[in-house]
């Protein structure tokens, strides 16, 4: 088993409607959580972390189930520059407090 | 936004050939970092520089090897790569090496070995 493991996609989506995906980890002693987004040919960029209790940013809430090892992304009203990878990441909790894990990306695609 | 730059953008080396890949941070950061990014793999982390010290090394294969001069500069000197070596090389930085530092990335250099 992957240790960060998301579906790379693409979801396409239609402009203005709500998308989710999410991100299963292995390590259940992992504490920290990320959402980060990368455009095509650009370097990846913080969307937002995650806390135990989700969090929400504008158009974008973060969830995190730990007795099932997941986070969640919801996007709602989607707009064309949404369209990006989103990247999971997660800490390696048992080895060094540094050592972040990533996923390989959901491709997101927003339709006009 | 110009936080951490990296030269060259792109990069095509033989195999026989010896190139060095810069990055240079503007934040006031500690921490500095490489990833190789594949297509459609993971960022995979190579090198943790934290004040200058070397604090991670994942089983990077010696043809790849780092410099860190201060904590603004971070370099990867590359000799007799391999065609599977071709991949994007991430520099990022962060205040420290706590994974709830956000890490902020250069814009890569792509590399293409021949």
């Known amino acids: 088993r992957k240790e960060v493991e998301q579906d790379p996609g693409p979801f396409n989506v239609p402009e203005g409607a709500t998308v989710a995906f999410n991100c299963t980890y292995s390590?259940?002693?992992?504490?920290?959580f990320f959402w980060y987004r990368q455009d095509c040919r650009k370097e990846p960029k913080l969307l937002m972390s995650?806390?135990?209790?989700?969090n929400e940013d504008g158009r974008f809430t973060a969830q995190l189930n730990r007795a099932s090892q997941y986070i969640s992304l919801l996007i709602r009203d989607s707009k064309l520059s949404d369209s990006a990878t989103y990247l999971c990441?997660?800490?390696?909790?048992?080895?060094?407090?540094?050592?972040?894990?990533w996923g390989a990306g959901t491709k997101l695609i927003i339709k006009p | 936004e110009t936080g951490v730059t990296q030269t060259p953008r792109h990069l095509v080396m033989g195999m026989t050939n010896k190139k060095s890949l810069k990055c240079e941070q503007h934040?006031?950061?500690?921490?500095m970092y490489w990833y190789k990014q594949s297509a459609k793999k993971p960022l995979e982390l190579m090198f943790v520089?934290?004040?200058?010290?070397?604090?991670e090394n994942n089983s990077v294969p010696s043809r790849f090897s780092p410099e860190c001069p201060n904590s603004s500069h971070l370099f990867l000197h590359l000799h007799t790569l391999q065609p599977e070596d071709s991949a994007l090389y991430l520099c990022?930085?962060?205040?420290?090496?706590?994974?709830?530092?956000?890490?902020?990335f250069g814009p890569g250099t792509r590399l293409t070995v021949t």
């Open positions: 390590n259940s002693a992992s504490q920290s």
């Open positions: 995650v806390y135990s209790s989700g």
């Open positions: 990441v997660v800490n390696k909790a048992w080895d060094s407090n540094y050592q972040l894990i």
């Open positions: 520089y934290n004040f200058k010290e070397q604090t």
């Open positions: 934040l006031g950061h500690n921490a």
């Open positions: 990022a930085s962060s205040h420290g090496t706590s994974e709830s530092y956000e890490q902020y």
